[in-house]
């Protein structure tokens, strides 16, 4: 991996971590399309290049950090489920899932789809809740403190099905918490937070597991991908905030079963 491929393979992570397309999914193939071979150092970087979208939340939320522990004891809830589930299968998921293009390409199609559903079932729901009498309305909207421990590892739950490459973290966490009865906003920053532990975590892991052992240039390569996904996850984040105050994520669900059937077709199909 040359300099170059590491400043786009970080712009492609700083875009895509916290939109519900899949920040690993976009980084297999972005691989792919830059002829980047799979070996055990590129997977170590898709997965220790998020480090810098998460630097970026941090960056951007560091005084709830600081402050709001309750809300944080509520994401380190969620974070339980997903960490026991890496630990567990880190071993199957470095091995055949990451770098695997079929896989990325049908969880990408797949996870459009079921976006697209949710998104036209919570519709639905709202408003239906919407003609029930005043008295008896359902409240939908909740701060990260007011939720529930439960719900707080459902959301865990859910998260975990993203150790599957192209199913997106975002997507998962995003949609969980609206399910729990969070508002868009603020299904999107608990997502946000919970990134912190979840990819420290993973990133801490794998270079555990692969002993901290790369070339200097892999090592250089790795710190201006970090670099440069951090700067790009910033413009991405406030930009994600001010779309969902306006617009739902099914122009996302399109998006992803697009990049999925052009991509199968290219690579399956255009040789």
């Known amino acids: 991996m040359d300099i170059f491929q590491a400043i786009i393979l970080g712009i492609v992570e700083g875009i895509t971590e916290f939109l519900p397309i899949s ?3 976009h980084l297999i193939l972005a691989s792919k399309l830059l002829s980047i ?3 055990d150092f590129v997977k170590t ?3 220790a290049i998020q480090s810098g979208a998460i630097l970026a939340v941090i960056a951007l939320y560091w005084k709830d950090i600081m402050t709001k522990t309750e809300s944080l004891k509520k994401v380190l809830a969620a974070f339980i489920p997903t960490g026991v589930i890496g630990f567990l299968l880190y071993k199957l998921i470095k091995q055949y899932l990451l770098g695997n293009s079929s896989v990325v390409l049908w969880s990408l199609a797949l996870g459009g789809i079921a976006l697209i559903a949710l998104e036209l079932y919570l519709k ?5 809740s919407s003609t029930v009498p005043a008295g008896r309305q359902v409240i ?3 701060s990260i403190a007011t939720v529930s421990y439960k719900n707080a590892v459902i959301i865990g739950i859910i998260q975990s099905i993203s150790v599957v490459p192209g199913v997106s973290r975002a997507a998962a966490t995003i949609f969980g918490g609206m399910l729990m009865g969070m508002d868009r906003k603020t299904a999107v920053e608990f997502s946000f937070l919970l990134a912190i532990p979840t990819m420290l975590a993973a990133t801490g892991l794998d270079l555990v ?3 901290f052992y ?6 250089i390569a790795l710190g201006i991908g970090i670099i440069t996904s951090f700067v790009v996850a910033i413009f991405a ?3 994600l905030l001010s779309y969902v105050k306006k617009y739902s994520f099914i122009p996302f669900g399109i998006y992803r079963i697009a990049v999925a059937i052009f991509l199968f077709g290219l690579f399956f199909f255009g040789k």
């Open 140 to 142: 939908n909207h909740q």
């Open 237 to 239: 984040i406030k930009w």
């Open 124 to 128: 639905r729901k709202n408003q239906k």
């Open 214 to 219: 790369f070339s200097t240039n892999e090592w």
């Open 37 to 39: 071979s799979q070996t």
């Open 209 to 211: 597991k692969t002993s």
């Open 23 to 25: 920040s690993t999914g």
């Open 45 to 47: 970087f898709e997965i």
